[in-house]
C-alpha cells in the first residue's frame, strides 16, 4: 500500500477537539448571568452544584467534589486522608511529576514503586514498600489503561492503607466492570486541556466516604465549612487550606464535555482495535493490559529495545506525519527536581542512612527506567478516520517490524 507523507500531526487533545456550540451555549449562560464564582453572585446558576451532580452519576458514586485541577485534587486527597510532615505516599515510579509532587507539597515523602509491563504500579513490588509510616498509596492509571488493582486493592486492605486513583488521564476508563476511580478511597481527575475530558484546567475528586469528602471540601475551601451557599465560617471541623475551588465557566465547559465522552470513546475503542488488526501479525512488542475492556483506547504504545533505534522509530514516524512520542524517557525521580531532594526538604533526612547523599538514586525501580526509555507513544486522536487508523497501521508494519 503506498501511502502519502501527511504533513500535519493531530496534538494530544481529547476533550479540546470536541468543544462546539454545546459549550458555547453553557459558557454564555454564566457569562450572562453575571455569577462566575461557584457559591454566590448576582443571579447564581448553580453550574458546579450540577457538574458534580453530573459526575456522581457517571460514576455511581455517593460524593463529587469540583476543583481548581488535577494536582489540586490529589492534595485535597491526600489532606483529607491526614497525610502530613514525615509520612509516606507510595507512588509509582513512572509517570507524570504532578502525582509525587502533590505529596511533597504536603510535605510528606514519595516512595516510588517500580511498574510493571503495563506501565502502572507493580503490586508485586509493592510490599517492600510499605513501613509503619505509610499513610496512603497512589495508583495512576497512565494513558487509557487500568492498573492491576484487584492485587493492589488486596494488599491496601491487608496493611489497612487506603488507595487513591489518579485517573487524570483514564477518564471513563474501567476496571472488570467497575469504572475507574471509584475501587480505591478517593479517585482524582483532571480536566486539563489535553485530557479526555478538557475544561483548559480544573479537576475533581470522587468518593463514596462521607468523611473524606467533607474534609477534602473543607480543605478546598480556605479550611471553611458552608452550609449551602452561604459565607464561609470556621467551626471546630475546620483546619487550614487553601483555595482549589472551581469556577462556574469550568464547570459549565465540563458539563458539556461530559455528554459527548462515552460516545467518543467508543470511537476510540474500536480506532485501537482496527489499529491492532491491522498490525496484528507483527513482531511488536505491546504495553501490556489488565482489561483490554476497559481501556479508553486514547494511545497505543510498545516497546522498542535498541535505544537508538527507538528514537529512529519516533523521528521517522513525525516526519511521516504521525504523532508518536516519547513522552516519559525516564524514571519520575530521575527527575531533576528530585536530585538532592533532600538539601530541599530538611525533613526528608530523617529517615535518610548518613551514608547517602540522596534519598533517590538510579536503579531504585529498574523496570521502570528501562520500559520508560523504550516506550513509543501513538496517541490516538478523536479526529483520525478510519483512513487515518489505516495509514498509522501501514507505516508501523514498516518501520517498527
Given at each position: 500500500?503506498?501511502?502519502?507523507?501527511r504533513k500535519e500531526l493531530a496534538g494530544n487533545f481529547y476533550g479540546?477537539?470536541?468543544?462546539?456550540?454545546?459549550?458555547?451555549?453553557?459558557?454564555?449562560?454564566?457569562?450572562?448571568?453575571?455569577?462566575?464564582?461557584?457559591?454566590?453572585?448576582?443571579?447564581?446558576?448553580?453550574?458546579?452544584?450540577?457538574?458534580?451532580?453530573?459526575?456522581?452519576?457517571?460514576?455511581?458514586?455517593?460524593?463529587?467534589?469540583?476543583?481548581?485541577?488535577?494536582?489540586?485534587?490529589?492534595?485535597?486527597?491526600?489532606?483529607?486522608?491526614?497525610?502530613?510532615?514525615?509520612?509516606?505516599?507510595?507512588?509509582?515510579?513512572?509517570?507524570?511529576?504532578?502525582?509525587?509532587?502533590?505529596?511533597?507539597?504536603?510535605?510528606?515523602?514519595?516512595?516510588?514503586?517500580?511498574?510493571?509491563?503495563?506501565?502502572?504500579?507493580?503490586?508485586?513490588?509493592?510490599?517492600?514498600?510499605?513501613?509503619?509510616?505509610?499513610?496512603?498509596?497512589?495508583?495512576?492509571?497512565?494513558?487509557?489503561?487500568?492498573?492491576?488493582?484487584?492485587?493492589?486493592?488486596?494488599?491496601?486492605?491487608?496493611?489497612?492503607?487506603?488507595?487513591?486513583?489518579?485517573?487524570?488521564?483514564?477518564?471513563?476508563?474501567?476496571?472488570?466492570?467497575?469504572?475507574?476511580?471509584?475501587?480505591?478511597?478517593?479517585?482524582?481527575?483532571?480536566?486539563?486541556?489535553?485530557?479526555?475530558?478538557?475544561?483548559?484546567?480544573?479537576?475533581?475528586?470522587?468518593?463514596?466516604?462521607?468523611?473524606?469528602?467533607?474534609?477534602?471540601?473543607?480543605?478546598?475551601?480556605?479550611?471553611?465549612?458552608?452550609?449551602?451557599?452561604?459565607?464561609?465560617?470556621?467551626?471546630?471541623?475546620?483546619?487550614?487550606?487553601?483555595?482549589?475551588?472551581?469556577?462556574?465557566?469550568?464547570?459549565?465547559?465540563?458539563?458539556?464535555?461530559?455528554?459527548?465522552?462515552?460516545?467518543?470513546?467508543?470511537?476510540?475503542?474500536?480506532?485501537?482495535?482496527?489499529?491492532?488488526?491491522?498490525?496484528?501479525?507483527?513482531?511488536?512488542?505491546?504495553?501490556?493490559?489488565?482489561?483490554?475492556?476497559?481501556?479508553?483506547?486514547?494511545?497505543?504504545?510498545?516497546?522498542?529495545?535498541?535505544?537508538?533505534?527507538?528514537?529512529?522509530?519516533?523521528?521517522?514516524?513525525?516526519?511521516?506525519?504521525?504523532?508518536?512520542?516519547?513522552?516519559?524517557?525516564?524514571?519520575?525521580?530521575?527527575?531533576?527536581?528530585?536530585?538532592?531532594?533532600?538539601?530541599?526538604?530538611?525533613?526528608?533526612?530523617?529517615?535518610?542512612?548518613?551514608?547517602?547523599?540522596?534519598?533517590?538514586?538510579?536503579?531504585?525501580?529498574?523496570?521502570?527506567?528501562?520500559?520508560?526509555?523504550?516506550?513509543?507513544?501513538?496517541?490516538?486522536?478523536?479526529?483520525?478516520?478510519?483512513?487515518?487508523?489505516?495509514?498509522?497501521?501501514?507505516?508501523?508494519?514498516?518501520?517498527?517490524?
Open positions: 500500500m503506498k501511502v502519502p507523507v479540546s477537539y470536541l468543544i462546539g456550540n454545546e459549550e458555547i451555549k453553557e459558557v454564555t449562560e454564566v457569562l450572562k448571568s453575571q455569577s462566575i464564582f461557584r457559591y454566590y453572585g448576582p443571579n447564581l446558576l448553580g453550574k458546579t452544584d450540577r457538574f458534580e451532580q453530573d459526575l456522581m452519576k457517571f460514576h455511581n458514586v455517593q460524593y463529587a467534589l469540583g476543583v481548581s485541577s488535577g494536582t489540586a485534587a490529589l492534595k485535597c486527597a491526600l489532606k483529607a486522608l491526614g497525610v502530613g510532615t514525615g509520612d509516606e505516599v507510595i507512588v509509582p515510579a513512572y509517570g507524570f511529576i504532578a502525582t509525587a509532587g502533590s505529596v511533597v507539597s504536603c510535605n510528606a515523602i514519595p516512595i516510588f514503586c517500580d511498574v510493571d509491563t503495563s506501565l502502572n504500579l507493580d503490586p508485586y513490588d509493592l510490599e517492600r514498600h510499605i513501613t509503619n509510616r505509610t499513610k496512603a498509596i497512589i495508583v495512576v492509571h497512565i494513558m487509557g489503561v487500568a492498573a492491576n488493582m484487584t492485587h493492589i486493592k488486596s494488599i491496601a486492605d491487608k496493611y489497612g492503607i487506603p488507595i487513591i486513583e489518579d485517573v487524570a488521564q483514564s477518564f471513563g476508563g474501567s476496571y472488570k466492570g467497575k469504572r475507574l476511580g471509584v475501587i480505591g478511597d478517593v479517585g482524582c481527575f483532571s480536566f486539563q486541556a489535553n485530557k479526555i475530558l478538557s475544561t483548559g484546567e480544573g479537576g475533581a475528586l470522587i468518593t463514596n466516604n462521607e468523611k473524606l469528602y467533607k474534609r477534602a471540601k473543607i480543605y478546598h475551601d480556605q479550611g471553611a465549612v458552608r452550609i449551602g451557599n452561604s459565607f464561609p465560617n470556621w467551626n471546630d471541623e475546620s483546619f487550614f487550606g487553601e483555595n482549589y475551588r472551581m469556577n462556574e465557566i469550568t464547570a459549565a465547559i465540563g458539563i458539556a464535555q461530559l455528554k459527548k465522552i462515552p460516545t467518543m470513546l467508543n470511537k476510540l475503542k474500536r480506532q485501537k482495535l482496527l489499529l491492532r488488526k491491522i498490525i496484528n501479525r507483527c513482531d511488536i512488542n505491546y504495553r501490556s493490559s489488565w482489561d483490554d475492556n476497559g481501556d479508553c483506547g486514547i494511545s497505543e504504545c510498545f516497546f522498542v529495545e535498541d535505544l537508538d533505534k527507538r528514537d529512529e522509530i519516533i523521528k521517522k514516524l513525525r516526519e511521516l506525519g504521525i504523532n508518536a512520542h516519547g513522552y516519559y524517557s525516564c524514571a519520575v525521580y530521575e527527575n531533576k527536581l528530585f536530585l538532592n531532594i533532600s538539601d530541599k526538604y530538611n525533613y526528608l533526612d530523617k529517615q535518610i542512612d548518613s551514608e547517602k547523599k540522596n534519598r533517590y538514586k538510579t536503579g531504585d525501580c529498574p523496570k521502570a527506567e528501562k520500559l520508560s526509555r523504550q516506550a513509543v507513544w501513538i496517541p490516538i486522536s478523536p479526529l483520525y478516520s478510519d483512513d487515518d487508523i489505516k495509514y498509522i497501521g501501514e507505516i508501523l508494519k514498516k518501520y517498527v517490524t
